[in-house]
């Protein structure tokens, strides 16, 4: 984490912005998650063994002082918390001067998780989308591995699947991709964007007369948005008529 930090100061802003600091997390392999605001989700997430960055606004509304801290500790005893705060490795505040300074940041805080970690406090939405983000910028292989993990906390998890299915694929991992996309289809066989990709795998790997009746099946589907409608023709296009070749393994 304090590698992150340091990673992204930016001396012109005098300070950094939570859009490098996340990048800076995953280019460690990490992924950044942005905890609940609230007191409980931080102490959780220290309880784990993660500290936590945060943004705290040590000046007031008018007069913002923007700073970035990592919260290391919290003594319960005491009600303290502490941080390593700039120069500061031991830094402590009570709860409720330290809580003054988070509000008016907006309670951000963020963790870095590895890809067998899930959060303290895990919502299935937000945990997802931090690692479709992963996709985003080619993090293929810490992606699949904690959508792997997210189907242990989630199993049957449509969009987990879908996930797994897309990074096994952009990995060239073809006969995974397969199986995660019919694992999905096994309980919303109308699912699209799920019979889309089973159908492109399928034409890869040789499998052309399954593909074609795929994308048929998909191209039925009621319902179906503009945008999505367009990525099924231009699959079926792509499909050519099968030549006798048999699927490879």
């Not at 007031?60 to 120069?87: C, D, F, M, T």
């Not at 303290?120 to 293929?140: D, N, R, T």
């Not at 795929?214 to 999505?228: R, Y």
Request: charge should be negative; glycine fraction near 8%; proline fraction near 5%.
């Amino acid at each position: 984490m304090d590698e992150a930090r340091s990673a992204v100061y930016i001396p012109e802003r005098q300070g950094s912005l939570q859009l490098e600091l996340v990048s800076a997390i995953r280019s460690y392999g990490r992924v950044p998650y942005q905890i609940e605001p609230s007191l409980s989700s931080l102490i959780g997430e220290l309880q784990a063994g993660r500290p936590v960055l945060i943004l705290q606004n040590l000046g007031v509304k008018i007069a913002p002082l923007w700073h970035y801290a990592v919260v290391v500790g919290h003594s319960p005893e005491s009600n303290q918390i502490v941080l390593r705060s700039g120069a500061k490795e031991r830094h402590v505040l009570s709860e409720t001067k330290f809580l003054r300074s988070w509000r008016r940041g907006d309670y951000w805080g963020v963790v870095a998780l590895r890809p067998t970690e899930l959060p303290a406090v895990a919502h299935e939405g937000s945990y997802l989308k931090a690692l479709a983000e992963m996709e985003s910028v080619g993090q293929y292989d810490v992606a699949m591995q904690a959508y792997e993990s997210a189907l242990v906390r989630w199993p049957g998890s449509t969009l987990a699947l879908l996930g797994l299915g897309n990074t096994h694929y952009a990995l060239g991992e073809l006969a995974d991709a397969e199986r995660a996309y019919r694992n999905l289809l096994a309980t919303r066989p109308d699912h699209v964007i799920a019979l889309n990709n089973l159908a492109q795998t399928l034409a890869e790997r040789g499998c052309v007369s399954e593909a074609m009746t795929v994308i048929e099946t998909a191209l039925d589907v009621p319902n179906t948005p503009q945008w999505l409608s367009a990525s099924l023709t231009a699959t079926n296009q792509g499909i050519s008529e099968p030549s006798g070749g048999n699927c490879r393994n």
